[in-house]
């Protein structure tokens, strides 16, 4: 498979638990994003790595998230404490330095319960 | 100021038929990019067409063109012998070169239903 893979596909939580997402993004993509989809709306950009370097930052990305690409790999995307506000999609893609599209994941729906 | 506006929630095509799907952008960024994704029930993004700023012709891939009407700014997607398996949510999207040019502003979408 040489698609962006992202697990798990759902997560059922309890507010004020800790949830991880992972990202394997396609191998030669050096660009990896990560997008917050709420029901109703397009993706909303949350953060940005290009290698292991997180070049840009969201101002949806609160003090409760936070996001790594150790060795400019993977990637996770950590929530802590949840909220009932955090249910969502949460949608990674990646990309190499070219104008067109971003391949995206199929995404993690979390749902804070 | 929305950077992507949809207007359309919800378009209703018959099987075979062409149907048009509104987009339209604000930007002064002279650079920019324009995308389409088509996102089914089970919610990946596909990428479907995109089309840059300084394009001189409309992008075109398959079934799929997109009418730039650059002075006008939009970008609206047209899909010709509408089949059953594109009924889905469409998202028109854009990404400015200003501020590196890393990151897709969206719209709301627009949930197309291809009928028989």
């Known amino acids: 498979d040489t698609g962006v893979s992202q697990n798990p596909r759902h997560k059922i939580t309890k507010r004020g638990q800790n949830v991880t997402f992972r990202c394997d993004p396609i191998s030669e993509h050096n660009r990896l994003y990560w997008y917050r989809q709420t029901l109703g709306q397009g993706p909303e950009f949350l953060t940005y790595?290009?290698?292991?370097?997180?070049?840009?930052k969201s101002r949806l990305l609160s003090d409760r998230f936070s996001a790594e690409r150790p060795k400019g790999s993977f990637s996770t995307l950590e929530i802590q404490r949840t909220e009932q506000g955090d249910s969502a999609m949460y949608l990674c893609?990646?990309?190499?330095?070219?104008?067109?599209?971003?391949?995206f994941g199929s995404g993690t729906r979390l749902t804070v319960v | 100021a929305q950077k992507i506006t949809q207007t359309q929630p919800g378009m209703f095509v018959q099987e075979k038929e062409a149907v048009t799907l509104d987009c339209t952008y604000d930007t002064s960024d002279p650079s920019y990019g324009l995308f389409w994704y088509k996102q089914p029930s089970s919610g990946e993004m596909i990428f479907l067409i995109y089309?840059?700023?300084?394009?001189?012709q409309n992008a075109t891939e398959g079934r799929y063109s997109l009418n730039f009407q650059k002075a006008r700014k939009s970008a609206n997607l047209v899909i010709s012998a509408s089949q059953l398996g594109d009924s889905a949510m469409y998202f028109c999207?854009?990404?400015?070169?200003?501020?590196?040019?890393?990151?897709?502003?969206f719209g709301t979408g627009t949930q197309l239903k291809v009928e028989l």
């Open positions: 893609a990646s990309s190499v330095q070219r104008p067109d599209g971003y391949t």
């Open positions: 790595f290009q290698n292991e370097a997180q070049l840009e």
């Open positions: 089309q840059g700023s300084y394009d001189q």
């Open positions: 999207a854009m990404r400015e070169q200003s501020g590196g040019g890393n990151k897709l502003t």
